[in-house]
Structures are given as structure tokens and as C-alpha cells.
């Protein structure tokens, strides 16, 4: 039996950090199993990834180039959609065949993997104070550490931020809200001055999430919050939750045109709206900064920026915390050739591939240092700063929880958009699906 | 639901034909190769078995058991998934959905479409005639992802088509998010259904209230039985048969109701929407959980098998 | 037809009532028009959304979403050609794929059943038609979930044989009873001569009665068109792959793909939507005798 020597690190805000001397968590495999010192550069690493379409040419030239320097091996890649992804990885992992590396989101979603035993231990490889691990932002190795275990490769980091339109601010004689409070003042004076405040559409659900995660990293205590993103100990009890609730919808009702009816509302639509000038604001993901902003837009001619939602002030959990998730990349347990795919992981997100990913795509790397003036744009690489000076990074509340919980929030938040549900309600659905979990 | 009836439609009144023959059958030139004759439907069989059969034996199976998608090991559970749909909430909105689905689509899809038949059926010239069930036709032969794809910009809030000619009218206060809000959704998608289906249901009864002998209707003419009476009197009495069916038809296709939620709302908002057939998926497909969506097919399999078998028991007494 | 029996003496006495001509001319012109005015409204209630669907893949994305109603300045034709390389093409071509095999297995497969069960004596022949009829009692969605570990454990999920697998065996029930329904009624005199004419049971299929049956086999024939080509469910399911992906499925993940380049997702709708609307009208005829036929006489 291993002896847990647990340190918890009080930094870790949605996630509880921790050091122990052997893979712990339930059922992972422990690293001792396989030695990914050594490397053999030949055989077949397969790879499955989420970037098929206008994503899809950097993987494949990370695959090039690592066939050109090793001849003996052989990459064997696959790109798929977002949605393409989701199917086939549940095909994939009922039929047992998971190929040797393959992408995840952060949380529950990525735990679920390392859990059953089918994502290997890297820590001894990629943990804060190793070689590799010392070039990653330490924001976005925590976001895969559990118990100590860090159990995948950070890849992209993606972080929600308001933009906001500055002439448009300048127009109206407002100046960027500092507290949740300035922002509903700087909402009604936007909008008397004629200008729809912020853009907003949750056809899909998530985007209202996003919203609730931020608030509830302001709302509820760090420690409470990692509590309740662990399935055994989850209660989702603290009135901070309900109170995001209620601040998400003063937002909704004074910011945005759609109100009650955001649910039919298209996010793209409205993303649209914004960069056409026609709203002052709209929450976006920092990686969807090029496309919510396009060259040639009137929102680039009357010029953009971002600020972080600002926290109510009377908050009582991390005002400091930032929405934001690295994506990642799991290495197969089963795999014959697991030291080799961590060097082709490596390779991928050396300092030079690194920016060659923002450059190419757009996607800030958790690579220290990849991003410069030539592969980005001057509002990413400030979104990137914001993003390390983070105190912690909340993932998202869709991907961070169960399944049946990150649904209970999900139909919840819609009931409470269209006026059906009050916030105590959703939290007593939240609390019920989260007993029920339990098993 | 156009192909899903048009499968059980035609086959449900064949079927009384099929039992009603069973007793005489024609051919058997007493070759001697009796059993090389089987080949011939060995490959019907085969497929049936393995893909319609084993899939439904194992699903009932499945219901009883909890799975994990990854190690793929499947543990008994007894009546556990069966006592929490009980206790589902969600789950008894979807059956309620599907009622409300089958109530509404029984009064457009049966009544509303053999009352259209008869009115097209009374019309003089045959080109108007069979132009009008034509074009009420093609809806059903879209598939419903394109309605679902369509509709979902008709009921748009900002931009939609439904909203315009509210506001065009003068109505503009109706105007609101027709998917996107609870109180709306389960009806806006139930309303293009019956956009989908009617011309349909429409063809069928029409195709039936060509057979009624036209000496009928001459006959009750030189009674002075006006055409609404005589629509009473004789059109609906006589494709009662059809009626029934169709009723049987409609009930079972609602209750298999799927593609249209998928591409509207997929179930949403706030479950609003939610029928057997996406909760079954959502459960399975998204929370992993095999178990529970086999139970709630088997619910689905009780309640399709239950219609199905009102249909044959009332065939066959008609025969009698 | 006892029904019509019962149902003409009851009106014979009641009906004779005389009406003042006027009224009657009056209330029969007011009926007619409602009725004109009924089917008029749903005429446009059915083909307006159609041609506004058409329409709107020829405009440009703010007209759609400023003018939904006004026709486009400029026909623009780009959104088919954007549609087509973002994916449409790809599904096109798989499910004509798709539709193309399956309909050709499901109606050689159905007619040698169909045969079997009319046309030569077999053993257990109850016993199959009764299997074969219990497989129309069956919703697609109950067989969904142990379908899903099956198709893996035999290697065929996520490929075109999933899907063509699957549509010939959930359609051989229908297409064998329409089929059935037509076989039955030809004359035994057919086969008889055929025997005497020393033809084989193989030759008496292929040269007698398979070419008697093609009016239904059309009809059957176009029924699965018309499924194959239309089935989500399956397509969903049984397809993670983008390259195999058919139309109804696609067009989903076109929808949430293409963001918000409106007039592709509509220049997609109709691309799918155009062939079986052209097949109805061609092909009418046949498409009512199908129904009819299954219907019964």
C-alpha cells in the first residue's frame, strides 16, 4: 500500500491542489508501471484530436514535422469536430480502443478518464518543477491535477473575457465598470443613451453557464466550491450559489435586449451583433476573440478591448479568479508506446510549436512565453496576462461537475432566463441531481 | 412522422390481409425440395434476427443492469433504473409531452385531415384535385431535419417569420422566443408537426374515400341529402376502417417523436421539450447511462407493442 | 360495404324538406367560399416556408436577418458552393450511398421472401410470416442502445454498412408484406405454366413473376427512397465519422457549424430537400399505388 503524503496548496481555487508521493485517486494507474524516460524513436503513435476543419493543418503539420525528424515513426492521426469528438470518444472507450493520446476538457470530464484507469499518471514528467512542467503556466497544470496526480497535457488556454466596444462606451460617457454594481449603472446608461448594452443568446445553454461559473467563483468560498465539485463530498448548499443566480439575471434583464427570451436567441447571432457595432458588450472566450472581431469589422473600426466580469462587492469567494479552462491532451494507459507519445507531446508543445499554434490558430498555448507580437494580437496577449496574474481558474460549470449536475444547471438556468424557475429552485434541482449522483 | 407511418400505415392493414390468408396458401408444387424453399427467406430472417430481435432481447436485459462505458463492465441491479424513472420527474414530462403530442396530432392529423380529404375529395374538377393533395403532400416528403432547421427560423425571435407577420398584423405583443421559452416550445414544435404530417394523413384518406362506390353519393344527390350531410352520412362512416387506423398510426408515431425535438430544441429549454425519445438518448448517449435508457425504451416497446396489438385485435374482429 | 346498407335508408325520409332557393344559393356561395378561402390558406401555409427556405439561400445573411421577408438585391449563388465544400457534398454522396444500397438490398431480399411466402410451399411459413409481421410492431428507438455495443462487437459501427444494415432490416417487414400483398393476388396458373415449360423455382422467380411484380416493386422501391434518405435516428447514432455522415445528420452539424452563415444552412436544406419533393411529383403514380396497395382494396 502507498502512503498518501498530501500538501494541500491553499492557491488552488475551483480545484484543490495537492502533492502526493504515489498516484493516488481511485484506480489510476501509478506511474512506477511505465517509464516514459526512455525513449525509443520508432512504431505508430495514434492521435485523436478536436480540431478537425479550420483548425485541422496545425496538427497535421506537428505530425509532419515529427515524421521528418524520427523516420521510424509513424504518427497516426485523426481530427475530429467538437461534436464528431464527443461520439466518437464514447465509442471509442466502450469498445476499449482509445487510441495512444487523446483530447480533453478539463474537470469531471477529463477525472472521469484518469478514474478508470484508461489516462496515465505524467506527473513525474509534466508536474510544476520538472523540465516540462517549469515551461507551463502553473494555472494550467493545476487544472489537471488531482490529489497531487497531474494526469494530462495542457494545450490551449481559453479564458472568458467581456470585449467591449469603445466607441461606443465613449459615446454614452461610460468607462469600464470596476464592481458588478458599476456594471448594471454602466448597463443603464448605455442603454439610455440608445445603445443595446450587451449582446447575449443561450440557444445552446452553455453560454449562460459561463456567466454563473464566474459569479460563483465571486459568490462561494474556493474551498467550498472544490468541495462541491467533487461528487462525494458535493452539498451545493451555500446561499452564494443562489445569489449568482439572481445577479446573472439583473444582468440579463438590464444588459441585454433578449431577457426572458434569450433561450431562442443564437449565441453566433449575436456575436455577430457585436462585432457589427450593434452592442456595446458581449462575453467571449479569448480564443474566439479573431472571430468575434473580425478583420474589417466595424467594432475593429471603432476599436475593442476587454475587462473581466467585475465581482459584486460584497463578494464573499475569490474575486481574483478568472473563467478559463486549459483543453488537453490524455495519454492512454494501455498504450505500448507511452513514452513515446509523451515526446510527441513534448515536441507539440515546445516554445516554437507553441507559438506556431497561436500564430496558425488563434489558441494561446499554456506554453510560457509563446505568444509575441507577430502571432497575436495586443488584446489576446493582455487576456493571456490577465489570465496568469489569475489567482485560480475556474473551469467551466458544464465540464467541471457530473454529468447529472452540469444538466440540473444547465435546464435550471434556462427555467430561470425564461422566468419559470427562481434561483432557490434551480439550486434545489442542482442539490437533488447532486444526491442522486452519489449513487 | 411520415415514413414512421407510412412503415406501420400500410403494413398494420396488410397485416389483416396477411392472417386472413394464412389458412390458403397458393403455390406448392410438391417438389419434394420443401426445405431448399426456405433459402428463399433466410436472408430476411437472418437480418431480422440479428438487428430487430437480439438488439430488443438484450435491451431488456440491459434495463436490469448498470453499465460503465469504461471498463465495460455491466453489473446487475434488479428494478433499480425502473424505480428511478419512477421517481423521474423529467421522465414524466416526457411521457406527458407525448400524450399532449398524440392528443393534438389524433385531432390535425386524423379528424382535421379526413374532414380536408372529404372537402377535396367533394371538388369538382379532378386537376384541382389531385393538385392540392399533391402540395399538401411535400412537406412529408422533406426530411424532418430541414422542417426542424426550417421552423427553428420561422419561430426566431429576432428575424423570424413567425414574429414578422405577428408584427405585420398588429399583433406584435404575441411576438416572443416561440422555442426559447417554456411555456411555447412543446407547442411550437407540436404546431410543425402537424405542418409536416397533415398531407399526409391528408393522401390516405383521400386514396380510401375514392373507393366508396360513387353511386352512393348520386344516390343520396337525388335524396336531396346536401354535401355537408352527405359528408356525415356517407364519407365518414365508410372510411371508419381507415379512421381507426390512422388513429392507431398517429398514437405510435407520436410516441416515437425524435428527429423534430433533436434539430428544435433537443429537449430544451429547461426540459421543456422533452419526449421519450430524447430523454432515452440524453440519458444514454450523453450521461452515459445505458442502463436507464434501456429502461425507458422498454417503456416505449410496452406502449408502441400495446397500440400495435389494439390494432390487430380490432382488425381481425372487423373480419369476423 | 354493409355500412352503406345501414346508412342510406336512415336519411331517405328526412331529406326531402323543400328550401326556399334564395337562402340556400346564399349559404352555399358564403360555404364555398370559406372552403376556397381554407384551402387557398393552407396552399400558402405549405409552399410559402418551402420557397422562402429556397429564397433565403439566395440572399445574403443581413437580408435574412433584416428582411426575412423581401427577395434578395443580388442572387447569390456562393451559398451553394460554400455549402457543397463545407460538407453537403460529402453527405450527398453518402446518402445516395446509403439510400442506393439499402434499397437494393431491402427489395431483392423482401421480394425472395415475399415469394417464399406466396409462391412455393416452405416449412414453419406461418411461423415466418408471423415473425416477419412482429418486426413492424417494433419501434427503431427500443433496439437503439444494445445496438450500439452490438455494431461494435461486430466491427460495422461507424461505417456505411451500419446504416445500410440497419435500413434493410427494420424495412424488410413493411416492403416483404407490400410485395406479399401483390405476389398473392397473381394467378397460380402463372407458375403452373412456367413448371410446364420445365423452368426451375430460380427461373420462375427471375423470369415470371419478379417482372410481374415491377409496378409494386417501384412503389416499394420509392417508399425506401424516401425512408432511407429522410432517417435520423440511426445516422445519429450509428455515425461519428464526418466523412460518412448522411444528409438529415449533416445538415444538423452543418447548422451548428457553419455559425452564422445563414443562406449555406438554407442552400443545404434545399439541396437535400429538392430530390425527394422531385421523385413525389415524378413519380406520383406509383408513390399513391404504394399506399393504396399497402392500404388494402
Known sequence: MKNKIIAAIAAGGAITMALAGCGGGNGGTPAADVDLSEVTHEGTVSVITRYAGNYESFFEKMKADYEDMHPDVTIDLQQESDQGYKDKIKTLTASQSLPDIYFTWPGNYAEQFYDNGVALDLTEVIAPGTEWGDTMAPSALEAFTKEGVTYAVPFGLDAKFMVYNQKLFADAGVTVPETLEELIETCGTLRAAGITPMSFGNVDGWPALHYITQLNSYNVPAETLAADFKPETATFDHPGYAKSLEQFTEILTECTDSGTGANGVDYYTERDAFGAGKAAMFYVENLEFGATVPEGSQAEADGWDQFKLPAPSDAEGDTEALTGAPDGFLINSRSKNAALAVDFMKFVTSQENASELTAQMGIPSPVKDSLTEENSTPQLRESIDVLQSASSLSIWLDTVTVPDVADAFLSGVEGLISGARSPEDVMSSVQAASEQAKG | ?320 | MADTVAVRPVHRGSARSPRPVGVLGFWRIVGRLMIFGLLAALVIAVVYPILWMGISSLKTNSEILGNPFGWPDALDFGSYVRALDSGVATYFLNSVIVTGASVILTTLISTWAAYALTRITIPFSKGILYLIIGGLMLAPTVAVIPLVKLLQAWGIYDTYWALILLYTAFRIPFTTFLIRSYMIDLPLEVDEAAVLDGASTWQTFWRVILPMCTPIIISAVILQVLFAWNEYLFALIFIGDESLKTLPVGLATLSSRAVTDFPAVFAGMTLAAIPMIALFFLCQRYFIRGLADGVGK
Open chain 2, 1 to 320: 412522422m411520415s415514413e414512421g407511418a407510412l412503415v406501420t400505415e400500410a403494413n398494420r392493414v396488410e397485416l389483416t390481409r396477411a392472417s386472413s390468408t394464412l389458412d390458403e396458401p397458393k403455390g406448392g408444387h410438391g417438389r419434394g425440395r420443401k426445405w431448399r424453399g426456405l433459402l428463399w427467406a433466410l436472408p430476411a430472417l437472418v437480418l431480422l434476427c440479428l438487428f430487430v430481435y437480439w438488439p430488443l432481447l438484450l435491451n431488456f436485459r440491459y434495463s436490469v443492469e448498470q453499465s460503465n462505458i469504461f471498463t465495460g463492465e455491466q453489473t446487475f441491479v434488479g428494478a433499480d433504473n425502473y424505480v428511478k424513472m419512477a421517481g423521474d420527474p423529467i421522465f414524466w414530462r416526457a411521457l406527458g409531452n407525448n400524450v399532449l403530442y398524440s392528443v393534438v396530432s389524433v385531432a390535425f392529423q386524423v379528424f382535421g385531415a379526413l374532414i380536408l380529404a372529404a372537402i377535396i375529395e367533394g371538388l369538382r374538377r379532378e386537376r384541382l384535385r389531385s393538385w392540392l393533395r399533391a402540395i399538401y403532400f411535400v412537406p412529408s416528403a422533406m426530411s424532418l431535419t430541414v422542417t426542424g432547421l426550417l421552423f427553428a427560423f420561422i419561430y426566431q425571435p429576432k428575424g423570424g417569420l413567425l414574429n414578422g407577420l405577428l408584427e405585420s398584423l398588429g399583433l406584435g405583443g404575441l411576438a416572443q422566443a416561440w422555442l426559447g421559452n417554456p411555456d411555447t416550445a412543446m407547442g411550437a414544435i407540436i404546431a410543425m408537426s402537424q405542418w409536416q404530417g397533415f398531407g399526409y394523413s391528408t393522401l390516405l384518406f383521400a386514396v380510401a374515400i375514392q373507393r366508396i362506390p360513387s353511386e352512393l353519393y348520386e344516390a343520396a344527390a337525388i335524396d336531396g341529402i346536401g354535401p355537408i350531410r352527405r359528408v356525415f352520412s356517407i364519407t365518414i362512416p365508410l372510411v371508419r376502417e381507415m379512421t381507426t387506423l390512422m388513429i392507431i398510426v398517429t398514437l405510435s408515431g407520436a410516441f416515437q417523436v425524435f428527429n423534430e425535438v433533436m434539430v428544435t430544441t433537443s429537449g430544451g429549454p429547461d426540459n421543456s421539450t422533452q419526449v421519450l425519445g430524447t430523454w432515452l438518448y440524453r440519458s444514454g448517449f450523453v450521461k452515459n447511462d445505458f442502463g436507464y435508457a434501456a429502461a425507458i425504451a422498454v417503456v416505449m416497446f410496452v406502449i408502441t407493442l400495446t397500440l400495435a396489438i389494439v390494432q390487430v385485435t380490432i382488425a381481425n374482429r372487423k373480419r369476423l
